[in-house]
């Protein structure tokens, strides 16, 4: 357990002399059941005080900032043969109680569990428990992280970022791929650059009429990892004929093909390092360019929570280059958060279907094993909450007509 105590209003002599600090100290361990093995405290000249009380079921520590006003605690305690959880929460209080904070910051940190953490933006994050590291490995262009987890069964991390798992990751895949690829009347290649766990690329091979799915992945260890761990996720897609996987860069693939694809999805990590480059309207222009008529551009724009900034640039650049620019939203569970997609396209109105059509069209095209998507849900999707309307098509200019007078009546000319 660890305590960062603020503007202490307690007795300053426990923050500026060793002494009273230090039996205080003994005396609230042997009061909480803990045991004492040894001690060692300082106090600095004109400073506070740091102390150390080694417990056999390991120690506390305590430093002083009489300066600031401020106390910082360490408590930990093993729990091997008996859970000494409470004696440390009882201790820590006493020492709270002594010194009398007027705002406080206050953790437990088991010692027996992994946590993994991920910040959304500087002051949001989340955790998840982790059972086991499978493997972390580091490539030349990030770090992979695999973990076996409680919630979500196997999970994989990209540079400290939650990327997919076994268990929610239908959310995510099924809401980037099939608004679109359902939109299409009959969509036959579909491109996706990044996505190598395999998850989007067996989505949209669920569409009969789709022939080839390109699938672009700049890490191949990404893929090795998919097909070694991953197989709930991508259900065999790397053996399909109808896939064709390139290991390479998608920002050059894009800039120098001549293919056209009906569908091309970007299923990227954040827009932060290599990746940036990516979310950058070139590159835009660039996608927009591969698309055949009617084609649709679909990618994650982020957290409307977390990174408001983000999806607002990020949704401009596409409403700047495309007739219909549809943002919509859903919950991911392993992200976290309300979290943004756009699909976007000169031809295409993927909102233009009712739910009726889209049910149709799943059932036509035998998509039975949807636990996310159908005709209500993709409604659903674009019925976007009002404060993400006002970050992305309430903030583009709109058209305005402008109403003139006739020209003045000069008379007929002789």
């Known amino acids: 357990m660890v305590a960062n105590l603020y503007r202490c209003q307690g007795e300053a002599r426990y923050q500026t002399d060793a002494a009273p600090l230090r039996q205080f100290c003994i005396d609230a361990v042997n009061r909480s059941g803990l045991t004492v093995v040894g001690e060692l405290f300082h106090q600095f000249d004109g400073g506070g005080v740091t102390g150390c009380v080694v417990l056999a079921e390991s120690h506390l520590a305590i430093h002083t900032w009489p ?8 408590v930990y305690v093993c729990n091997y043969t008996q859970d000494n959880s409470d004696k440390a929460r009882q201790l820590v209080d006493e020492l709270m109680q002594l010194f009398a904070p ?22 949001y994050g989340f955790f998840l428990g982790s ?12 770090t992979l992280e695999i973990h076996d987890t409680p919630q979500f069964g196997k999970l994989f991390r990209l540079d400290d970022c939650f990327m997919t798992s076994e268990r929610e990751e239908f959310v995510y895949h099924e809401t980037m ?24 690329a067996e989505e949209a091979l669920k569409h009969p009429s789709v022939e080839q799915v390109t699938l672009v992945e700049l890490d191949g260890r990404v ?9 709930a996720i991508h259900h065999g897609v790397f ?14 693939f894009i800039a120098n093909t001549c293919e056209k694809f009906d569908h091309i999805v970007l299923d990227l990590p954040d827009p932060v390092g290599p990746a940036e480059q990516l979310y950058e309207e070139q590159f835009f222009r660039d996608c927009k360019r591969a698309l055949r008529e009617g084609g649709v551009l679909s990618l994650h724009m982020g957290s409307p929570w977390a990174r408001p900034e983000r999806v607002r640039t990020l949704y401009a650049r596409l409403a700047k280059l495309f007739t219909f620019a549809r943002p919509y939203t859903m ?37 039975t094993d949807l636990q996310y998507y159908n005709g209500a849900a993709h409604h659903g999707l674009f019925a976007l909450p009002n404060f993400v309307r006002a970050m992305t098509v309430d903030a583009q200019p709109r058209p305005r007509l402008v109403t003139t007078d006739p020209l003045p009546r000069t008379g007929s000319l002789d």
Not at 68 to 74: A, Q, Y
Not at 239 to 252: N, Q, Y
Not at 355 to 363: L, M, P, V
Request: glycine letters at 8%; charged letters at 25%.
């Open 223 to 231: 893929v090795e990892i998919a097909r070694q761990h991953f197989g």
């Open 331 to 367: 919950f991911i569970p392993l992200y976290g958060s309300l979290w943004s997609m756009c699909s976007c396209s000169d031809g295409t109105d993927v909102t233009a279907l009712s739910a009726a059509e889209i049910d149709k069209r799943i059932t036509a095209r035998g998509l």
């Open 239 to 252: 053996e399909s004929p109808r896939l064709r996987l390139l290991i390479e860069d998608g920002l050059k």
């Open 67 to 74: 300066e600031l006003g401020s106390v910082t605690l360490d």
């Open 131 to 142: 059972s086991k590291l499978i493997e972390r490995s580091k490539t030349a262009f990030q």
């Open 177 to 200: 791929i099939h608004p679109a690829l359902t939109s299409l009347a009959a969509p036959k290649k579909v491109l996706i650059i990044g996505g190598g766990d395999g998850g989007a």
């Open 102 to 123: 007027e705002d406080f910051v206050r953790h437990e940190v088991p010692r027996d569990r992994q946590f993994m953490y991920e910040h959304m933006n500087p002051d």
